[in-house]
């Protein structure tokens, strides 16, 4: 069974500074995908960023990205030019391109940005 | 913008009562997911349907948790009996097919007292 780790419980920077979150992964998989999801408080879980694992060209979405290392089975979330906006709990999650494609959520990280 | 309803967003209930969840998926959205998230950790898949057939419902206590959709479009999820640690946000979420991006709503949080 797959399982996601993501080390950090919490994290706090200051507006504008740059940050990065941890997470890394257990499978037998060749062909999956990783995902950086996002839930603000009471609010809904929404997607950050995506990542197919046949791709090695790292995805990028505006101030997010990520750093894909497919042998050492790590993928982090670089947030630039933080905002307070990105205040959240941030969940990473693997999912298997084939069978049923559910995915498998790590145990998230408690993101604050100060003013 | 479609997003993903559910109902209701706070329940409250006693144990050994009986609690129903419900969930309207994106119009057109094939796969339906419930999740359950206990406060502080990750989602954890309860039940995915793919129209309405059940796909995987490995980590549902069936004894005490029944889901269906009967239609195919949208779901119901039921506890019976509530037990103290069912205590958790019961989060739907949908997806055009199965291994594409699921959209999630706003979830339901229950307190079993």
């Known amino acids: 069974a797959q399982t996601v780790t993501q080390s950090q419980p919490e994290m706090s920077v200051q507006e504008a500074e740059t940050v990065t979150l941890s997470c890394t992964y257990d499978?037998?998989?060749?062909?999956?995908?990783l995902f950086w999801y996002k839930q603000p408080p009471s609010r809904q879980m929404i997607l950050v960023i995506r990542?197919?694992?046949?791709?090695?060209q790292n995805a990028t979405e505006n101030r997010f990205s990520v750093n894909f290392q497919k042998a050492a089975k790590s993928f982090s979330l670089k947030i630039s030019d933080s905002q307070l906006g990105d205040t959240a709990m941030y969940f990473c999650?693997?999912?298997?391109?084939?069978?049923?494609?559910?995915?498998?959520f790590g145990q998230g990280t408690r993101l604050t940005i100060n003013p | 913008e479609a997003e993903v309803a559910q109902s209701p967003r706070y329940k409250i209930t006693e144990k050994s009562q009986a609690v129903a969840f419900w969930c309207d998926p994106i119009?057109?959205?094939?796969?339906l997911y419930w999740y359950r998230q206990i406060l502080g950790q990750g989602p954890e898949l309860l039940v995915q349907?793919?129209?309405?057939?059940?796909?995987?419902d490995s980590q549902l206590p069936k004894d005490r948790f029944s889901a269906e959709r009967l239609k195919g479009v949208d779901s119901t999820l039921k506890i019976q009996p509530a037990e103290l640690g069912d205590s958790a946000m019961y989060l739907c979420?949908?997806?055009?097919?199965?291994?594409?991006?699921?959209?999630f709503g706003a979830g339901t949080r229950l307190s079993v007292l």
């Open positions: 979420a949908s997806s055009l097919d199965r291994g594409y991006i699921q959209y």
């Open positions: 499978t037998s998989e060749n062909n999956y995908y």
């Open positions: 990542q197919e694992a046949y791709k090695q």
């Open positions: 999650a693997f999912m298997n391109a084939r069978g049923a494609q559910k995915l498998v």
């Open positions: 119009s057109g959205h094939a796969t």
């Open positions: 349907f793919q129209d309405e057939s059940v796909v995987d």
